[in-house]
């Protein structure tokens, strides 16, 4: 069954009482001598409300905001299962809003499914303001009014295009918000050993451009995770092989993008699942429901050990469902943004992380010894800086000190900074308001 579609069917009364309210209460509104928007979805087959239906209408509602912004009066928004509605109040021209409102209609990735009707109230009769050109069909490129009368095109092929466009448009703003976090951490400036603006850190094998390059060459992959996510329908070892494969095609394409260079492997790793987590759940996403649905994929990823390998780095921190994020280093950035700028919350992060993980990255470059008094170093440098909290050029100072030293012994905490990346990404995640 196509989940974009599961919903209460609704028939020829439903849709006739809804439009009789609606159209009482546009008038009613329209009292008030202002310019009115009437919006709500054009979705094909009786089935008009679902939780993804939800989805396009709130992303249609939210770039009507966006558009006219402080022009908004007043906002009315119903639910019912004939599809979502809004009616908006603008105390501007109608003829500017209708121009507007194609735009919108015309440019969104999901304009064609939007319904921006706008209307006037002249000698007690509404008025609709019409398109100047006739809108398109959904599917090919007659007129959209033809074709319905006709009924040129089967439900099932209508649905599967609405499905495709949703997809397509959900997968695109994630494999984005990805893309975006990847870069965001190799920007973050200074960091100790690290690649950054200022310097390679402890590499000599990579640099800024390449993590740049590597970050834009895997948003096409992110995007192929989300999609083969969202339309899977088996279990947790079977996504989570449907992504192993499509990661490793992710590998093949940052090899190319940096000159075979292991910039990001890590974070394919990582990514790959909370996509899948993300893309997979058929509900609103909580923090709670994604760390316990990166479990259920994540734990499969175990299997590559032997019974005497202890699991460790990336994918037992994913086993655990990402705890160290979603407990912990999240709460940290999000405190740290009320009294830092977003880079400095950024580093006091990364120190946070440094001082209670086990990095990998760092072992491998000296011995557990070492790689304990480093992360007891990071919490002591993490409290010195907070407790002189009011100096914030302390940190940039004392990080360029730490960066200095641990490019002198050749110490790179890249495990930190893949959980920085993914920290950001969820941080985004939860201010696009989608995750709760």
Known sequence: ??????????????????????????????????????????????????????????????????????????????????????????????????????????????????????????????????????????????????????????????????TNLFIDYEASNFASLCKDALISE???????????????????????????NSANALEPYF??????????????????????????????????????????????????????????IDAEVTITNLKQRCKQIARYSLNDYSKDTKPSGARLIASQGFAIIFDEALKELENNLINYQFNEAAILTLLFLMANIDDNNIIRRSDNTQAAYLKKEAKELLNDIKMNKDNQNLIITKVKELDKQYQQRWLSPGGSADLLALCILIHSLKQENLIN
């Open 186 to 212: 190799v920007n973050i400036t200074p960091k100790p050993g690290l690649v950054d603006r200022a310097n390679n850190g402890s590499h000599k094998d990579m640099n800024y451009e390449s993590f740049m």
């Open 223 to 280: 995007k192929e995770m989300y999609i083969t996510s969202f339309r899977h329908e088996g279990n947790a070892k079977e996504l989570f092989l449907k992504l192993r494969a499509i990661g490793l095609e992710a590998e093949k394409a940052m090899y190319k993008a940096t000159d075979n260079i292991n910039t990001h492997m890590g974070m394919i790793f990582s990514l790959a699942i909370i996509i899948g987590a993300y893309a997979s």
């Open 1 to 162: 069954m196509n989940k974009i579609f599961k919903g209460e069917e609704v028939g020829v009364i439903d849709i006739a009482e809804s439009r009789n309210i609606r159209q009482a209460q546009q008038f009613a509104l329209l009292k008030s001598n202002k310019t009115l928007i009437s919006f709500c979805l054009n979705i094909p087959g009786p089935i008009k409300q679902s939780f993804y239906l939800h989805k396009v209408f709130l992303s249609g509602l939210n770039e009507v905001k966006n558009t006219f912004n402080k022009e908004i009066k007043h906002i009315e928004i119903i639910n019912p299962k004939t599809g979502s509605e809004a009616k908006i109040l603008l105390d501007i021209n109608s003829q500017d809003v209708k121009d507007k409102c194609i735009l919108i209609e015309e440019n969104h990735p999901l304009g064609r499914l939007f319904d921006l009707d706008v209307l006037d109230l002249k000698n007690n009769n509404l008025i609709h303001l019409e398109r100047a050109k006739p809108r398109k069909c959904l599917i090919c490129n007659d007129e959209a009014k033809l074709c319905a009368r006709s009924r040129k095109h089967s439900l099932i092929e209508m649905q599967e295009k609405v």
